[in-house]
């Protein structure tokens, strides 16, 4: 699979320009960045130069912000390329659904990634789940903007989902771990008084049958950082720490795997091609749209980085 990547940022070089080195048919061939290039690869300022100018692809990764997601999407969907799709995969519902469709109209795959799923804990923490009656589930996802998204401002903009940037991911642990469908029943949305999206937010979910679930996330956390889930069931609790990549089991710590989320979605995405197959998974992004839905929205102090 020869892939074009698009969006040469933090995530690119941090995590897809080695998952994509490490994964066995799979091979970089391109990258359009409208600022930066590789020295080795052929560089395109945008995709439709890349489609257009750059080597033969079958593949396009798009890790830009979700506020180009679409359009980008749509134009290699209709080139007939497969998408990989960094999360989240939209900024709303309806265009990751329309998607979805032109995809399947095309006979080719999507994959919308939820890279924190393929956490080291998360596959066990699901088994060790579906063995039990779920109680109650509470999330504490908090970690400090400043650090993790230097001068990222589309973070702030419409569509750049505010503190849901971490929170979804959260989520998408949530909604692989439950077997049952789960709902927003409630939310407090806090957002600067200068910017777009919420830096802390509270929701409060259900799964389908009832049992609670509350989730705290905030994005100005000093000190401490915390990623955490803890589930309570009839036999026994669980916590999901280090963003689903530690394990503990009534308090026993289980060994890890190794922490190769990327690579891992990259085994995914080259099976879905040779199985012609797609993954889109709205839950988690529906989430969050509901949380806008149905919130509360409070106006809190400017945040200036
Ligand atoms: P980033 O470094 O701020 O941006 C990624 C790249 O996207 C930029 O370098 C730029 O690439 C391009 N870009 C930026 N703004 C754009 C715009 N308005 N229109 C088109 N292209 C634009 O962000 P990131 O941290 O890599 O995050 C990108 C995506 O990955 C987000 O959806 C995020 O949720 C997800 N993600 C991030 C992390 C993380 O740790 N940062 C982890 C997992 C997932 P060029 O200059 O090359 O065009």
Known sequence: MRIGLVGLGKIARDQHLPAIASTDGAELFAVASRNAGTADLPCF??????????????????????QARYDAAREALLAGKHVFMEKPPGVTVSEVQALTTLATERGVTLFASWHSRYAAGVAAARAWLAERALQRISISWKEDVRHWHPGQTWIWQPGGFGVFDPGINALSILTEIVAEPLRAIAATLETPSNCQAPSAARLTMATASGKPVEAEFDFLQTGPQTWDIVVETDRGSLTLGHGGNNLIIDGVERPNGAEEEYPAMYRHFVRLIAERRSDVDLAPLQLVADAFLCGRNLAVAEFHE
């Open 45 to 66: 300022p945008d995709l439709t130069t890349m489609l257009r100018d750059g080597p033969a692809i079958d593949a396009v990764s798009l890790c830009q912000p979700p």
